[in-house]
T-cell receptor, first 113, second 111 residues
Framework: AQSVTQLDSQVPVFEEAPVELRCNYS??????LFWYVQYPNQGLQLLLK??????LVKGINGFEAEFNKSQTSFHLRKPSVHISDTAEYFC???????????FGPGTSLSVIP | NAGVTQTPKFQVLKTGQSMTLQCAQD?????MYWYRQDPGMGLRLIYY???????DKGEVPNGYNVSRLNKREFSLRLESAAPSQTSVYFC??????????FGSGTRLTVV
């Protein structure tokens, strides 16, 4: 069965510093991978997705993620964070032949002025 | 451009009461989903519907029922609410699972 691990439950970072949010998944078959962002008291919004092709995926708000099949990872990065990036970030995985997405437990990113 | 609309936004129930959470999407998506979100546990799939007329259980279906009324609407019913069902409920829709569009959520408290 597929599962998603987000190694850090909370990540504090100073404004304009770089950040990496880590995500690992377990699956023995081909997968699609996603990152979602949730601002306080809102629903989730798709940040970026990997379906196929280039392993470096660029998303909204300057975020990018790299798919590493051998390490079964899909880490999210941003070179310089802003106060407005403070939110909860969820990694998610879906097997390509199965129409259900499994979410990780989330990482709370706090940007410190 | 409404996207996914959930009602109500907030609800307080007494143990044993029933209620239905409503969800509607206007994007002509085939698939619709109900998730619950609890602190430290991410989102867990309750039920999903791959197309009009079909529904399937997710990870945590016990205590819930669903109805895919038509292509636009997917409702979630709690027949006899329990405190363990206190949570934030999200409806989502997609075309073939290539990224979901979420509603803004229903915050449910069962006392």
């Amino acid at each position: 069965a597929q599962s998603v691990t987000q190694l850090d439950s909370q990540v504090p970072v100073f404004e304009e510093a770089p950040v990496e949010l880590r995500c690992n998944y377990s699956s023995s078959v081909s997968v699609y991978l996603f990152w979602y962002v949730q601002y306080p008291n809102q629903g989730l919004q798709l940040l970026l997705k990997y379906l196929s092709g280039s392993t470096l995926v660029k998303g909204i708000n300057g975020f990018e993620a790299e798919f590493n099949k051998s390490q079964t990872s899909f880490h999210l990065r941003k070179p310089s964070v802003h106060i407005s990036d403070t939110a909860e970030y969820f990694c998610a995985v879906r097997e390509t032949s199965y129409d259900k997405v499994i979410f990780g437990p989330g990482t709370s990113l706090s940007v410190i002025p | 451009n409404a996207g996914v609309t959930q009602t109500p936004k907030f609800q307080v129930l007494k143990t044993g009461q029933s209620m239905t959470l409503q969800c509607a999407q206007d994007m002509n998506h085939n698939s619709m989903y109900w998730y619950r979100q609890d602190p430290g546990m991410g989102l867990r799939l309750i039920y999903y519907s791959a197309s009009e007329g079909t529904t399937d259980k997710g990870e945590v279906p016990n205590g819930y029922n669903v109805s895919r009324l038509n292509k636009r609407e997917f409702s979630l019913r709690l027949e006899s609410a329990a405190p363990s069902q206190t949570s934030v409920y999200f409806c989502a829709s997609s075309t073939s699972g290539y990224g979901y569009t979420f509603g803004s959520g229903t915050r449910l408290t069962v006392v």
